[in-house]
């Protein structure tokens, strides 16, 4: 059954572990959610860009074990803190109707690095992890008030398509389909009828991609559509937009616009700039193989899946063996608890698109 449910996917049993690709496992990818989303954000301003590759590189020194380079840390926060002081240089690129929501985060951003400057004072390694991370959280938000848009252009022949110029939040709500109490939230709030998951999509990464799923989300698509459940994934929307598909779509990381109907080759140290090898990652699935040579790099339009990372299914490298090969649009970012909880029959009895409706960009007609 969960070989079914894989090869319906598109996604491929792990292989023995012989064959798994050697690869750096010190490569500084993203591996997290909140990682791999804030460093998609396009850098419309570099000062607050440089503000957390400092951060970042305080996140990497932290994993060197034993002596760790305290010293390089406290430059890092010093640098960071140096630039966030010019307040008008860390506030460019921001309209004047979010302006005093930048200023918050500015604020905020010089006192969180404060604190993290005390616990490397302190030698607290843990401290410093949160509070560098929450700081990272607080940059994130001022970069994306300051990216006003895609940096680059949608091929022609894709212009047509529905597209996401920016960031977008839909919520699913799931339910068993006899409607019992089958889900634990970690908040200790009890057993419940209802799974509910936040899902952010990502425009900047996967305009087309993310486009065809918000649309979809807004047409209905995907209300009462059953779950088919994995040990690796979470599919669900098949064969509700006949005679469509998408091409396949992936950012490189550093590359300055997306790759198309081409898969990225993670063998010669190509990678996504959003990883399939995060839980909660999501993307199209595969077309059947019957599909016809015409549809060579073409995804489903309708049909996603969850994808359920686990590093028992990886190779030495830490990556996912199908990384590369699926265009990834988003993560779940809340609500990621549920996932390994829903099973095949569960239901989404509602999904909607909370935010970033604004970024949704629809075409009349056909491409």
Not at 17 to 27: E, G, H, K, Q
Not at 39 to 65: C, H, S, W
Not at 129 to 134: I, N
Request: proline share 7%; glycine share 10%; hydrophobic share 45%.
């Amino acid at each position: 059954m969960a070989a079914a449910l894989l090869a319906a996917a598109g996604l491929a049993p792990p292989p023995p572990p012989a064959a798994a690709v050697l690869n750096s496992p010190n490569a500084r990818i993203p591996r997290s959610v909140d990682a791999a989303l804030r460093r998609a954000i396009p850098a419309f301003n570099q000062d607050v860009r440089a503000v957390q590759g400092r951060l970042e590189d305080i996140a990497f020194q932290l994993r060197i074990p034993q002596r760790k380079p305290w010293q390089a840390m406290a430059d890092n926060v010093a640098a960071a803190a140096a630039s966030v002081a010019q307040r008008d240089k860390a506030l460019y690129g921001v309209p004047e109707e979010q302006r005093a929501t930048a200023e918050g985060l500015v604020t905020a951003i010089a006192d969180g690095l404060r604190s993290v400057n005390a616990a490397i004072d302190a030698r607290d390694a843990d401290k410093v992890s949160v509070r560098a991370g929450a700081v990272l959280r607080n940059v994130a938000e001022l970069e994306l008030l300051q990216a006003p848009g895609l940096p680059f252009s949608v091929p022609r022949d894709l212009a047509c398509l529905p597209l996401l110029t920016g960031r977008a939040v839909v919520e699913l709500t799931i339910e068993r389909s006899d409607g019992s109490l089958a889900f634990l939230p970690y908040d200790g709030s009890g057993p419940s009828a209802v799974a509910r998951l936040q899902l952010v999509l990502d425009g900047y990464s996967a305009p087309v991609t993310a486009g065809n799923f918000a649309a979809n989300v807004r047409a209905g698509v995907y209300n009462g559509v059953p779950l088919n459940a994995s040990y690796a994934s979470v599919l669900a929307g098949g064969g509700r937009a006949q005679g469509r598909a998408v091409p396949l779509e992936i950012l490189p990381a550093g590359d300055f616009d997306p790759l198309y109907r081409t898969q990225v080759d993670v063998g010669a140290g190509e990678l996504p700039a959003l990883p399939l090898s995060i839980f909660g990652a999501l993307a199209m699935a595969h077309l059947p193989h019957d599909a016809g040579p015409e549809l060579d790099g073409y995804m489903a339009a309708d049909e996603f899946f969850i994808y359920k990372f686990s590093r028992e299914q990886a190779g030495l490298s830490g990556l996912a063996f199908d990384e590369g090969q699926f265009g990834v649009f988003g993560y779940v970012t809340a609500g990621a608890e549920m996932v390994p909880q829903l099973l095949s029959g569960d239901v989404i009895t509602s999904a909607r698109l909370v935010s970033g409706d604004n970024h949704l960009v629809l075409h009349e007609g056909q491409c």
